[in-house]
């Protein structure tokens, strides 16, 4: 069984730029997770969706960043305009339903310069 | 509100010696505990995870885990650690119900084998 892929691996920008992020989770998950772990610190959950609808996005900063997950398969988040702070990888994680175990991608990891 | 402590910022062991690695959470119903590694450039994988019953959990790789509420802890234990066991560990408490099952994740416990 395939994991759950994401793109680009790495990503270096400079602040006031945009990007995006793209994840396939598995094949037949539901539930699919976007997660910021910046350096030193343990992953925080940006929004989650269930199918096609947004279920939690209480910590995304949603006045640069926005997600999406068109036909409840692939996902992409986007940030724009970036700043310095933004600096992290970000991990994609998804799960069959929502009470189910979560499978994390490699993450992208981004650097704002 | 929900949170993890991880004590232990970098741990360092011989291989072939015992471990644990500490955990601590704050939650107000029974939490669903997760334990993560994270190898350099790669996700997360799940070690193990206790939602409900026997409080000693077995994970793969030779992990176990005790959940004991008293103390609130979800230790991570291995017998013998190996040179591969090298990486991040990630204790994580779930909320287990509702519309989200969100991880709210501990700082990490970075692990270092000496031969």
């Known amino acids: 069984e395939a994991g759950v892929a994401q793109s680009p691996r790495y990503k270096i920008i400079e602040k006031r730029q945009s990007v995006a992020f793209w994840c396939n989770p598995i094949s037949g998950h539901a539930t699919l997770y976007w997660y910021q772990q910046i350096l030193g610190q343990g992953p925080k959950l940006l929004i989650q969706f269930q199918n096609n609808g947004v279920v939690d996005d209480s910590q995304l900063p949603k006045d640069r960043f926005s997600a999406e997950r068109l036909k409840g398969v692939d996902s992409t988040l986007k940030i724009q305009p970036a700043k310095l702070e933004d600096s992290a990888v970000y991990l994609c994680?998804?799960?069959?339903?929502?009470?189910?175990?979560?499978?994390f991608g490699p993450g992208t990891r981004l650097t704002v310069l | 509100a929900q949170s993890v402590t991880q004590p232990d910022i970098h741990i360092t062991v011989s291989e072939g010696a015992s471990l644990e690695l500490r955990c601590n959470y704050s939650?107000?119903?029974?939490?669903?505990l997760f334990w993560y590694v994270q190898s350099p450039g790669q996700g997360l994988q799940l070690l193990l995870k206790y939602f409900s019953g026997d409080t000693l959990v077995q994970g793969i790789k030779g992990f176990e885990a005790e959940f004991k509420r008293s103390q609130s802890s979800f230790n991570l234990r291995k017998p013998s650690v190996h040179w591969s066991d090298a990486a991040e560990y990630f204790c994580a408490v779930g909320a287990g119900g509702g519309a989200t099952n969100k991880l709210i994740f501990g700082t990490g416990t970075l692990l270092a084998v000496q031969p």
């Open positions: 939650y107000g119903a029974t939490p669903y």
């Open positions: 994680a998804s799960s069959f339903t929502k009470q189910d175990t979560q499978y």
